[in-house]
């Protein structure tokens, strides 16, 4: 039966490439398209620099698809050794009991060497790196110049009331979308509260123990959602669904709207489509608010227990392989993603290339990750997170959509995400917080 | 008859104009759509009247750019092992229901229609799961009867049988067969052939199996025919558990991977043309399918009594 | 209930093992599985679940979000069944005078039934675009009035047409043999006694239709519940705020992005025996169809 099998098919190839490796091994990514690309090619650049072991990369088609076969795998005991997961998934994993720290198996890598923003995701409580980041992305703005121009703003802003003068400006000039974003929580509130220093959540956003609390209803993050939905009703603000081409960042793309909120993974599209008229530069602050560090979007790589020491030697080859400045930089300029160590940006910088297009947003974006930091910026330890986000989005969704009052959303959005913790704090229970 | 028909003939006439165009207008709008270039569709704005001349192109790049076409070939893979094991599995279980005397015959038709009321994707979860690990009962087993103890005293180590069909074509279609609607279908029509037949049959000297291979089965031809493409066209059209079931494109079918093309490229205005001309695409083989097949299907299928 | 002739019980069993097999390892199992998951905390990963009792059930029970979503495919399940059987059924009767346009009607109202619910989507999420769409023209006349993203309604009621458009063929074919398999000698017998062609639709034809009917309403029923996946997953995702979040998508949501494996299995138990209890309910309806002609 599982001749036809794609899985059996795979399994046969390796048992028979089995005498000429050490070890062959599997690792799990989620993206598609370019990025997919450029993982695909490190593993062929992997297995071209060395014979010792051999690498199987097996695109899973999206990050929750690859985690739910890593879960259901997990369980019948064949699972890969390596999976790539993002950044909201972080605790689920870390208390899996199906992983082992990197930091445990490899206590030798420069892991100091990795930026602020990026390390502080991924580590535990006492500072170990439990996942090694692997591609990283950060949020910044975004501006098309010609519109800006047109409407006689000559800089940037750089602040939120910056951004609202020019977008008065732009929509006193006929521009229909000053301003977009899709309201997103990865933006609007937990990049936003990281950089403004302010908690989502009790117990320092969850580092401090499963029993935290949600707590951004009150604060800058709800001041900050109410401010978005009244620019919304002034007609500085659009939202996905308000704009013609149905997402934001196409609709910035496209001309439609003068300025964005967005991943750094999204210059490469932006150029495309409109040359040098697209200014970065660090997401806006309110006035009078200390800059902290944004926080590290995309995913990490992580190890899988219940396999062999073999095994293992070559998932530590491999993450070293990825590691390597050379592979960084080779990476950040097929997918847009930044350097994650200090080493590789700085082998960025050096080579004079930083200032090209291709790794435009690169210095932009370790900037930002590498403001200096504090507890409210580490990340996000809260269980269940990627239902959480759903939630958020129901919620705030509602009250875009005139349903409900802002408040209200924040209020429910927060009980609700009450519920999940206590949840989560059962399903774990008696299990420590690494 | 002398009846004056014309009033509710024209009404007639009517409505099924307005049905009609009801059933043809996306078609339609699917068609003019996939004419046009990228460039055409952006600037147009919206949907037109107007006819492109890039349909062929647009064609041409779904067959050579997107992974369509291999998960058409999937597509048909899954479908045929859908309506074969359906059509097979459904055909030797109602002999026995219909021509054995058994008195398991109520409970094993009872079982089998239950799955009637339970699609597939209710249960898409806990399928998954066993997927995923076929041999996950058998474990079960071995552990409740105390023989996965009794090993590990003997081996001395705990051993689990595993096999996972995640990503296969027969992991994708198992699943999708287990609705026996067949059972229900094909013993209506054992019924209504003459009581007599293997009582003839048995005379000349033919076993039980030679009676089903050599008199039953092409007797059963509408009905077989029909049903088998109705399950095709049944398993063609699955989603929801092909997507958990097939995670890496290489593996899904064609609905699967049209959906996909969606979501490709976030950061532009979507490719509706190059959409569109996917979704015909996808649609092409059990549309010509139903197209010709109809007349057999709606007959084999016993709606029919004409 | 059989004409059993045959009684080797060997050969018996080989015949009825294979479907029995298959029924029990995709069907029953996986079934008893989300009851018995349901009755537990689980763990995404397994290495520790924890009996819980019935307390998945109070938590979903009490969950507002659950009876949203129960509520809305409950409304869903009131309207495109009727307007795809209703609509039909109409249809049915107009293709039934047998007038020239009839048997190319019946050629063309099968197609839908070949195309997938997640391919109808890509399609009309298209068609239903606020300004690329059919309605974009109105919302330049009066700027907002249709919006699927932003306006739940319209959301809900796109969700309807595509439903609608993908369950007509099925009913039609099977209500138009019905109608077909009427005896010529009935209507001839009620045209001699003076009834227009107007009055033996109500009288002659509708009630000699009610065991199609029925067999529709059961089918649609049961399948609107979850068909609607695939159209949600391509036109809405649940959205805007939830609006379309039926209840199967919502499971699939739990299950498959959010690992809450114990809070999904609850809800697909409760789902199932909604089901199940509406399938029988419909069953016990059954008395009230006339078979004999």
């Not at chain 1, 039966?1 to 399994?11: D, R, W």
């Not at chain 1, 609202?164 to 977009?180: I, N």
Request: net charge negative; proline share 5%; aromatic share 12%.
């Amino acid at each position: 039966m599982t001749k036809l099998g794609f899985t059996a098919c795979a399994a046969a190839f390796l048992a028979g490439a089995s005498a000429a490796h050490a070890a062959e091994i599997e690792f799990w990514y989620g993206n598609t398209g370019k990025i997919e690309e450029a993982i695909q090619a490190h593993c062929a650049a992997f297995n071209d620099a060395q014979s010792d072991h051999m690498i199987t990369c097996v695109g899973q088609g999206g990050y929750e698809a690859g985690m739910q076969k890593a879960i259901a795998a997990y369980r019948s005991a064949q699972h890969p050794v390596l999976i790539q997961f993002f950044d909201a998934g972080t605790l689920d994993l870390m208390l899996s009991e199906a992983v082992v720290p990197v930091q445990e198996i490899m206590p030798d890598a420069p892991w100091d060497d990795y930026i602020n923003g990026a390390r502080s995701y991924y580590e535990t409580s006492s500072g170990d790196l439990f996942s090694q980041p692997y591609n990283g992305s950060t949020l910044i703005f975004y501006a098309n110049m010609e519109m800006l121009g047109d409407a006689g703003i000559e800089e940037v802003p750089q602040s939120w009331e910056g951004v609202m003068d020019a977008a008065r400006q732009l929509k006193a000039a006929g521009v229909e979308c000053p301003f977009t974003t899709d309201a997103h929580p990865w933006r609007v509130l937990e990049q936003f509260s990281a950089r403004h220093g302010a908690p989502i959540a009790t117990n320092n956003n969850g580092y401090g123990g499963l029993d935290g609390e949600y707590t951004f209803n009150e604060g800058p993050v709800a001041d900050h959602m109410l401010n978005l939905s009244k620019w919304r009703e002034e007609g500085l603000l659009k939202l996905d669904q308000d704009t013609v081409a149905g997402k934001y960042n196409a609709a910035f793309n496209a001309g439609e709207c003068a300025m964005m909120e967005a991943s750094t993974g999204s210059y490469g599209a932006a150029y495309a489509a409109l040359g040098d008229k697209v200014r970065i530069t660090m997401a806006p602050m309110y006035d009078g608010v200390e800059r902290r560090n944004t926080l590290i979007g995309g995913a990490a790589i992580w190890v899988m227990k219940g396999h062999d020491d073999a095994d293992y030697e070559a998932a530590i080859s491999f993450l070293n392989f990825v590691r390597e400045e050379d592979q960084q930089i080779e990476f950040t300029r097929r997918t847009g993603y930044m350097p994650v160590t200090k080493a590789a940006l700085a082998s960025l910088v050096a080579s004079g290339k930083a200032d090209s297009l291709e790794f435009a947003t690169a210095e932009m974006g370790v900037a930002s990750l590498n403001q200096p930091g504090d507890e409210n910026s580490r990340g996000i330890r809260l269980g269940f997170y990627v239902q959480f986000r759903e939630f958020f989005k129901e919620e705030t969704q509602k009250a875009f959509n005139g349903d409900q009052t802002m408040q209200a959303a924040l209020d429910n959005a927060v009980a609700r995400g009450n519920e999940l913790l206590r949840r989560f704090e059962q399903t774990y229970q008696g299990t420590e917080l690494p | 008859m002398v009846e004056d028909t014309r009033g509710i003939d024209r009404t007639a006439f009517v409505i099924l104009v307005i049905g009609v165009a009801f059933i043809l207008t996306p078609i339609v709008i699917a068609f003019l759509t996939a004419s046009l270039s990228y460039e055409e569709f952006v600037s147009a704005g919206g949907i037109g009247l107007n006819v492109g001349s890039s349909f062929l192109d647009n064609m041409r790049r779904i067959v050579t750019e997107t992974r369509l076409p291999g998960q058409l070939w999937n597509s048909i893979v899954i479908s045929l092992l859908v309506a074969g094991i359906k059509c097979a599995f459904a055909f030797t279980a109602t002999f026995a229901l219909v021509f054995y005397e058994s008195r398991w015959n109520w409970i094993i038709f009872s079982l089998t229609i239950a799955t009637v009321m339970l699609p597939l994707e209710l249960l898409v979860i806990t399928t998954y799961q066993i997927v995923a690990n076929v041999a996950m009962p058998l474990n079960w087993l071995l552990q409740i009867t105390g023989l996965a103890w009794l090993s590990e005293q003997v081996v001395g180590a705990k051993h689990e049988y595993k096999l996972s069909l995640l990503d296969t074509y027969i992991g994708v279609a198992l699943p999708i067969a287990t609705s026996s609607t067949s059972v229900f279908i094909y013993r209506q029509f054992f019924l209504s052939l003459p009581k007599d037949l293997p009582r003839a049959a048995a005379m000349d000297g033919a076993s039980p199996f030679r009676f089903m291979i050599d008199i039953l089965l092409p007797l059963s031809w509408t009905p077989l025919v029909a049903t088998f493409m109705f399950w095709f066209i049944g398993g063609w059209t699955q989603y929801l558990w092909p997507l958990v079931a097939a995670a890496t494109p290489d593996a899904q079918p064609a609905v699967v991977g049209l959906a996909k093309l969606a979501n490709t490229e976030p950061d532009r205005i979507p490719d509706v043309p190059l959409l569109m001309a996917g979704a015909l695409f996808v649609s092409f083989i059990p549309v010509v399918l139903i197209g010709v097949m109809q007349r057999q299907i709606v007959r084999g299928l016993n709606l029919s009594e004409k | 209930m059989t004409q059993g002739f045959y009684t080797g019980r060997w050969s018996y069993w080989a015949l009825v093992l294979p479907i029995l097999a298959l029924i029990a390892m995709f069907f029953y199992i996986p079934a008893a599985l989300a009851f018995f998951w349901s009755l537990f905390l689980e763990r995404p990963f397994g290495g520790g679940s924890e009996f819980v009792g019935f307390q998945n059930y109070e938590r979903v029970l009490s969950d507002p979000e659950f009876w949203n979503a129960m509520w809305r495919t409950l409304t869903f399940m009131a309207i495109a069944p009727t307007l795809a059987i209703g609509l039909s059924l109409i249809l049915a009767i107009a293709a039934d005078r047998g007038i020239r346009i009839s048997q190319a009607a019946r050629n063309i109202i099968i197609w839908p039934k070949a195309v997938a619910g997640a391919s109808i989507g890509v399609v009309f999420v298209f068609i239903f675009n606020p300004f690329l769409g059919i309605f974009a023209p109105l919302n330049e006349i009066y700027p907002g009035i249709w919006n699927p993203r932003i306006d739940g309604a319209d959301a809900f009621a796109t969700l309807v047409v595509a439903q609608v458009w993908n369950g007509i063929p099925f009913n039609f074919i099977i209500l138009l043999s019905g109608l077909q398999a009427i005896p010529d000698t009935l209507t001839k017998a009620a045209a001699m006694d003076g009834s227009g062609p107007w009055r033996r639709i109500v009288d002659l034809q509708l009630p000699l239709l009610t065991p199609q009917l029925f067999l529709t309403f059961v089918l649609e029923f049961v399948g609107t519940v979850v068909e609607a996946f695939g159209l949600i997953d391509t036109m809405t995702q649940g959205g805007p705020g939830g609006a379309t979040n039926l209840l199967i998508y919502k499971i699939y949501v739990d299950g498959f992005k959010a690992y809450d494996l114990s809070g999904a299995a609850t809800q697909t138990a409760l789902l199932m025996m909604f089901v199940i209890a509406m399938v029988i309910l419909q069953f016990r309806l059954e008395r009230f169809v006339k078979y004999e002609r």
